[in-house]
């Protein structure tokens, strides 16, 4: 693990690392598109939250070094709830990504969010006046 650094989710330790520069690549440039609603793809993503996983580790009771957390199986076994391991991914960017840290992180994501409420506001607009015209008027009776 290069730079491990621990952190406590849910009463569990666990210890999280730096990317190496060709996976840090991979998953950094990759794992934002991935993740984005509608257009996203899940499958993707999910392959990436795997990698990113691969570099995370538990600390276990009786166990002298940290468990990687390099399987579905070890991640289901490990970790909490779908609500752990979205911080714990969560953890991980902000820890191998400069951008994201000193607080940067909202005003990044609030950036996307902005941007895709206009992609969105943009798409649907056009849709909704088409669907909602009627080909003929409604009868007064």
């Not at 600390?59 to 957390?69: A, D, I």
């Not at 714990?88 to 000193?102: A, D, P, R, T």
Request: overall charge neutral; some cysteine; glycine content about 6%.
């Amino acid at each position: 693990m290069l730079e491990p650094k621990e952190i406590e989710l849910d009463g569990k330790i666990y210890v999280i690392s730096k990317f190496p520069a060709v996976a840090g690549r991979e998953i950094i440039t990759q794992y934002p598109l991935t993740g984005a609603p509608v257009i996203g793809n899940y499958k993707a993503n999910e392959a990436l939250m795997f990698k990113v996983l691969s570099f995370t580790a538990v600390k276990l009771e009786g166990r002298p070094e940290p468990m990687l957390l390099n399987s579905q199986i070890l991640i289901d076994n490990h970790v909490k709830s779908w609500e752990t391991l979205m911080t714990l991914e969560k953890e991980m960017m902000v820890y191998n990504c400069s951008f994201f840290q000193s607080g940067r992180a909202s005003t990044f994501f609030g950036g996307i969010a902005q941007i895709s409420f206009q992609w969105i506001t943009k798409t649907l607009i056009p849709a909704l006046a088409q669907l909602s015209t009627t080909e003929k008027q409604p009868s007064s009776s």
